[in-house]
């Protein structure tokens, strides 16, 4: 039978190059949505001034309550409350009830006492959701050394049953959404003793939970640095899951603070983020928050919509309960524009924004340090601020300035102001200066307090304008800007501010020169003396003149700037006009909306007038109250072509700022839905093939269409990783290949990719060989041949690399066991003939591809 076979192969076998793209690691992920914005503006956030809750005095609760749920439900709030009856004691939950949200009527019991063994030290940190009609409570169970995440639950809010702890090992703070999505119920919660990232798990019943993973990482150099941890239970919106949390970045005491921001997950998978904040919306500021059992804290816990108003609870210091009250923003497409003569585009439900402005506020300046240099003679320079910390002037003269007087400063004399050991420790800042510089030398000082703060010019010679501040740890942050944005032998204001996550520099009007994120708690105290135009004994004078400088323990607004600067002074009392407004024909005006923040003794009043021809008022409303948070009036005047609106604005103090912080007028829905994606745009760098020696800076450049552009999404090998505002993002990346491209999303929801996707290697550009044996192999039909394959990692980086083979006879297959691994590894190639497969000599080729090679 020898004489039947017949030779099929001499098989030849070559390495193939293949570019192919493995996923890597990245952050946590993110979903577009339409749904990208919170329903509250982050600014509109108004505090009480004072806690609305506190500890008894005696009983369980005497020495601290905090950290609440609150439920509003039949017209009544609900709150359950962590309580202590001792510093460091047994924690217990209490109740207590509200007609308005504000005053209080508590009960003489807990709501929920440790009763069983694995709550034993505690029942602490309630969060209260309604699902269907049952009321369900998760709250943390505290044995002494581990903390597990336990459930009650209500029919009545009165009288609770202990359903047990969800998970055996180490979590808390679980916040479940109110509703089924997907099938399931979801819950946000913490898994890590140590804090860290947001984890999520679902469940069918309530009853029975399963961990998942990450869906909340947290992010270098923000407020959420060092832990993610989740407030109250999630708001379902129409196109999204709304989360507020709480994070610290660094350890509380250590200059840490624990603050409030948001994040939206999306509606169809509540593992995705749609849009997540830049930086916190709420703080600790008030000395209740920042002193007492845990420094530096507000913890938001409760949150309830009553009306057209949002409600939010938080824990001040582990020893109050403050509220924080903002209007609620429920509209999915509102155009906001800073301009006072910009027509709004696109569709809106309900009815259309015919005009739309922002920014209106009657100045009251609060600067803790205001050095106006005007004495105009002697040793003194008054301070016209709060403080009262007059200065010594040191060998420097007076003379004429930008307002009224100001003092000359010669390097040469050592000239300066020493002010002394003040104004430190805040969790805020802002200096503002008029500078006449002759000259810039070295480290030449406008003002100084070392170790606290200094903005000076010429930082060690490089040529920039610095702002830098310390931490309570001692650890400094620089921002740089060129000096020659404050030319010399000119005048120009100059503007540094930190609002405890953020420093910018401003020159003149409020132009931004540069910023920079610095997220910590409060400034650094030092014994060092704050001097102005140069540091205390001299070394590193200023040259040339200095006139109103101020200090505040608060970051300005750009509008306060911009005011500062055009030299509005601080008053009781102001008006505001838009001027007629043509709306290019008759229209009905329905409806003036307007937003303000009002405290005690504030007044803001709004009058619409209409005309036929621009110049003669046909008819007006008259003068309407405003109220504090969001006051709509309906209008009744006739189809009018212009339209005109009226502000006035007062206080019974200049210490306060009343604000309209925008008013709208609405029509007959009659604009047309803006379906234009936003304008093409192209990726700049990290280039296409580049290999970064580190985790790069993605950088784009782009231009919008008449909607604007809201936000863009980074996509790093199929996952959306943030949604920024700038062109910008930097990565925090393993070492691996990366595809990356950017998606611009607009205000109305259209989208547009950018122009091409650029691929990089990070850790260099893998290099692996491979090798053969044997290298021929001679079998006839319907038979097998193994060979052995040797895959070895030879430079860049490390991937996992998968083999192919192609070239065969017709009829034949070759499996590879195994297919792919990461090198060095081996594997056995087994080609099988079929008993149709013609004879002939075929050169087999094997490849390996993996991370792009």
Same mark, same amino acid.
């Given at each position: 039978?020898?004489?039947?076979?017949?030779?099929?192969?001499f098989?030849l076998?070559?390495?193939?190059?293949?570019?192919?793209f493995p996923?890597s690691?990245?952050?946590?992920?993110?979903?577009?949505s339409?749904?990208?914005?919170?329903?509250?503006t982050?600014?509109?956030?108004?505090?009480?001034?004072t806690?609305?809750?506190?500890p008894s005095?005696?009983?369980?609760?005497a020495?601290?309550?905090?950290n609440?749920?609150?439920?509003?439900?039949?017209?009544?709030f609900? @709150?359950?409350?962590?309580?202590q009856?001792?510093?460091?004691?047994i924690?217990?939950?209490?109740?207590a009830?509200?007609?308005?949200g504000?005053s209080?009527?508590r009960?003489?019991?807990p709501a929920?006492?440790?009763?069983e063994?694995?709550?034993?030290r505690g029942?602490e940190?309630p969060r209260?959701?309604k699902?269907?009609?049952v009321?369900w409570m998760?709250?943390?169970?505290?044995?002494?050394?581990?903390?597990?995440?336990?459930?009650?639950?209500s029919?009545d809010l009165e009288n609770?049953e202990?359903?047990?702890?969800?998970?055996?090992?180490?979590?808390?703070?679980?916040a479940?959404?109110?509703?089924k999505?997907n099938?399931?119920?979801w @819950?946000?919660?913490?898994?890590?003793?140590g804090g860290g990232?947001?984890?999520y798990?679902?469940?069918?019943?309530?009853?029975?939970?399963t961990m998942?993973?990450?869906?909340?990482?947290?992010?270098?150099g923000?407020?959420?640095s060092?832990t993610?941890e989740p407030?109250?239970?999630?708001?379902?919106?129409?196109?999204g899951?709304?989360?507020?949390?709480n994070s610290?970045?660094?350890?509380?005491g250590?200059?840490?603070a624990?603050?409030?921001?948001w994040v939206?997950?999306?509606k169809?998978?509540?593992?995705k983020i749609v849009a997540?904040?830049?930086r916190?919306?709420?703080?600790p500021?008030?000395t209740?928050?920042?002193?007492g059992?845990?420094p530096?804290?507000v913890?938001?816990?409760?949150?309830?919509?009553?009306?057209n108003?949002?409600?939010?609870?938080?824990g001040?210091a582990?020893m109050?309960?403050?509220?924080?009250?903002a209007?609620?923003?429920?509209?999915?497409?509102i155009?906001s524009?800073d301009t006072?003569?910009?027509?709004?585009?696109?569709?809106?439900?309900?009815?259309a924004?015919l005009?739309?402005?922002?920014?209106i506020?009657?100045l009251g300046?609060?600067?803790?340090?205001?050095?106006?240099?005007d004495?105009g003679?002697g040793l003194?320079a008054?301070?016209?601020?709060?403080g009262?910390?007059?200065?010594?002037?040191?060998n420097?003269?007076?003379?004429?300035g930008?307002?009224?007087g100001?003092?000359?400063?010669?390097?040469?004399?050592?000239?300066?102001?020493e002010?002394?050991?003040v104004?430190?420790?805040?969790?805020g800042l802002?200096?503002?200066?008029?500078?006449y510089?002759?000259?810039?030398?070295?480290?030449?000082?406008?003002?100084?307090?070392?170790?606290?703060?200094?903005?000076r010019?010429n930082e060690?010679q490089?040529g920039?304008?610095?702002?830098?501040?310390w931490?309570?740890?001692?650890?400094?942050?620089?921002?740089?800007?060129?000096?020659?944005s404050?030319?010399?032998?000119?005048?120009?204001?100059i503007?540094?501010?930190?609002d405890?996550?953020m420093?910018?520099?401003?020159?003149?009007n409020?132009?931004?020169l540069?910023?920079?994120?610095?997220s910590?708690?409060?400034l650094n105290?030092?014994?060092?003396?704050l001097?102005?135009?140069n540091?205390?004994g001299?070394?590193?004078?200023f040259?040339?003149?200095?006139d109103?400088?101020?200090i505040f323990?608060?970051?300005l607004?750009?509008?306060?700037?911009a005011?500062?600067?055009?030299?509005?002074?601080?008053?009781?009392s102001?008006?505001w006009?838009s001027g007629?407004?043509?709306?290019?024909e008759?229209?009905t005006?329905?409806?003036v909306?307007v937003e303000?923040?009002l405290?005690?003794?504030?007044?803001?009043?709004?009058?619409?007038l209409?005309s036929?021809?621009?110049?003669?008022v046909?008819?007006?409303?008259?003068?309407?109250p405003?109220s504090n948070?969001?006051?709509?009036i309906?209008?009744?005047?006739?189809?009018?072509?212009?339209?005109?609106?009226?502000?006035?604005?007062?206080?019974?103090s200049s210490?306060y700022s009343?604000?309209v912080y925008r008013?709208?007028?609405?029509?007959?829905?009659?604009?047309a839905p803006?379906n234009?994606?936003p304008?093409s745009?192209?990726?700049?760098?990290?280039e296409?093939?580049?290999?970064?020696?580190?985790?790069p800076l993605?950088?784009?450049q782009?231009?919008?269409d008449?909607s604007g552009?809201?936000?863009?999404e980074?996509?790093v090998?199929?996952?959306?990783?943030?949604?920024v505002?700038?062109?910008s993002?930097q990565?925090?990346?393993e070492?691996g290949?990366y595809?990356w491209?950017?998606?611009a999303?607009?205000?109305?929801?259209n989208?547009r990719?950018s122009?091409?996707r650029?691929v990089?290697?990070?850790g260099?550009?893998?290099?692996?060989?491979?090798?053969?044996?044997p290298?021929s192999?001679?079998i006839?039909?319907?038979?097998q041949?193994?060979?052995?394959i040797?895959?070895?990692?030879?430079?860049g980086i490390?991937?996992?690399?998968?083999?192919s083979?192609?070239?065969?006879p017709?009829g034949?297959?070759?499996t590879?066991?195994p297919?792919?691994?990461?090198?060095?590894?081996?594997?056995?190639?087994?080609?099988s003939?079929?008993?149709?497969?013609p004879?002939?000599?075929?050169?087999?080729?094997?490849?390996?591809?993996?991370?792009?090679?």
């Amino acid at each position: 039978m020898r004489g039947n076979l017949r030779p099929i192969s001499f098989f030849l076998f070559t390495l193939l190059v293949f570019a192919l793209f493995p996923i890597s690691q990245v952050s946590a992920t993110v979903q577009a949505s339409a749904e990208s914005r919170p329903p509250f503006t982050p600014e509109e956030w108004v505090k009480e001034n004072t806690p609305v809750f506190g500890p008894s005095g005696s009983g369980f609760d005497a020495y601290a309550a905090y950290n609440p749920a609150v439920v509003y439900h039949n017209g009544r709030f609900y @709150m359950f409350y962590r309580a202590q009856a001792s510093p460091g004691g047994i924690s217990y939950i209490g109740m207590a009830t509200s007609e308005d949200g504000l005053s209080w009527q508590r009960r003489s019991t807990p709501a929920i006492s440790p009763t069983e063994s694995y709550e034993s030290r505690g029942c602490e940190d309630p969060r209260v959701v309604k699902i269907d009609n049952v009321f369900w409570m998760t709250y943390t169970a505290y044995d002494g050394s581990t903390a597990r995440q336990a459930l009650a639950r209500s029919t009545d809010l009165e009288n609770w049953e202990k359903v047990g702890v969800v998970f055996q090992t180490w979590s808390k703070s679980g916040a479940i959404v109110p509703e089924k999505i997907n099938g399931r119920y979801w @819950m946000y919660l913490e898994t890590d003793p140590g804090g860290g990232d947001l984890y999520y798990a679902t469940s069918t019943d309530l009853l029975h939970w399963t961990m998942g993973g990450v869906v909340l990482r947290r992010r270098a150099g923000y407020f959420d640095s060092l832990t993610i941890e989740p407030g109250p239970p999630p708001v379902v919106l129409d196109h999204g899951i709304l989360l507020i949390y709480n994070s610290l970045d660094a350890p509380l005491g250590s200059g840490g603070a624990l603050r409030s921001g948001w994040v939206i997950f999306s509606k169809d998978d509540p593992t995705k983020i749609v849009a997540r904040c830049e930086r916190p919306f709420l703080q600790p500021e008030l000395t209740w928050e920042r002193s007492g059992q845990v420094p530096d804290c507000v913890f938001s816990e409760g949150l309830v919509r009553v009306e057209n108003m949002w409600y939010l609870y938080y824990g001040a210091a582990d020893m109050h309960i403050g509220l924080a009250r903002a209007p609620v923003r429920e509209r999915t497409a509102i155009l906001s524009v800073d301009t006072y003569d910009e027509w709004a585009a696109g569709y809106l439900s309900g009815s259309a924004v015919l005009r739309q402005y922002g920014g209106i506020r009657l100045l009251g300046l609060d600067p803790v340090g205001w050095w106006k240099f005007d004495d105009g003679s002697g040793l003194t320079a008054t301070d016209s601020g709060s403080g009262g910390n007059s200065g010594t002037v040191i060998n420097a003269s007076w003379t004429s300035g930008k307002v009224g007087g100001a003092l000359d400063f010669v390097r040469a004399s050592e000239s300066r102001v020493e002010v002394g050991d003040v104004l430190e420790g805040f969790s805020g800042l802002s200096i503002v200066a008029w500078i006449y510089p002759r000259s810039k030398p070295h480290n030449g000082e406008i003002v100084k307090k070392d170790l606290v703060y200094l903005l000076r010019v010429n930082e060690s010679q490089l040529g920039t304008t610095a702002f830098m501040v310390w931490d309570s740890s001692g650890t400094k942050y620089t921002l740089e800007v060129p000096d020659d944005s404050f030319p010399n032998n000119s005048w120009s204001m100059i503007a540094a501010t930190w609002d405890g996550s953020m420093m910018r520099i401003y020159r003149d009007n409020a132009v931004k020169l540069g910023e920079r994120n610095a997220s910590f708690g409060r400034l650094n105290s030092s014994p060092n003396a704050l001097t102005i135009g140069n540091q205390p004994g001299g070394g590193e004078g200023f040259e040339g003149l200095i006139d109103e400088v101020m200090i505040f323990s608060r970051a300005l607004s750009e509008e306060e700037i911009a005011m500062i600067y055009s030299g509005v002074p601080a008053g009781t009392s102001g008006g505001w006009s838009s001027g007629w407004m043509d709306l290019g024909e008759a229209r009905t005006v329905r409806e003036v909306e307007v937003e303000a923040s009002l405290s005690s003794g504030e007044n803001v009043r709004v009058a619409v007038l209409t005309s036929s021809d621009g110049q003669s008022v046909r008819e007006n409303t008259g003068w309407r109250p405003v109220s504090n948070g969001v006051t709509k009036i309906p209008l009744s005047l006739a189809p009018a072509r212009f339209v005109r609106v009226d502000l006035t604005l007062s206080t019974e103090s200049s210490a306060y700022s009343p604000t309209v912080y925008r008013f709208a007028l609405y029509g007959e829905p009659t604009v047309a839905p803006d379906n234009t994606p936003p304008a093409s745009f192209s990726l700049l760098g990290p280039e296409n093939g580049s290999e970064p020696s580190q985790s790069p800076l993605l950088e784009w450049q782009a231009s919008s269409d008449e909607s604007g552009i809201l936000h863009y999404e980074v996509w790093v090998n199929g996952v959306n990783i943030e949604n920024v505002t700038s062109t910008s993002y930097q990565t925090s990346l393993e070492n691996g290949c990366y595809e990356w491209w950017v998606v611009a999303v607009d205000m109305f929801g259209n989208r547009r990719e950018s122009t091409g996707r650029h691929v990089f290697y990070l850790g260099g550009r893998p290099s692996f060989s491979l090798s053969v044996s044997p290298v021929s192999a001679q079998i006839s039909p319907g038979q097998q041949a193994q060979f052995s394959i040797s895959v070895v990692h030879t430079a860049g980086i490390m991937v996992a690399v998968s083999l192919s083979a192609s070239g065969l006879p017709p009829g034949a297959t070759a499996t590879f066991s195994p297919a792919s691994g990461t090198p060095p590894f081996s594997s056995v190639l087994t080609i099988s003939t079929a008993a149709a497969s013609p004879p002939g000599t075929y050169r087999i080729a094997v490849s390996a591809s993996g991370g792009g090679v």
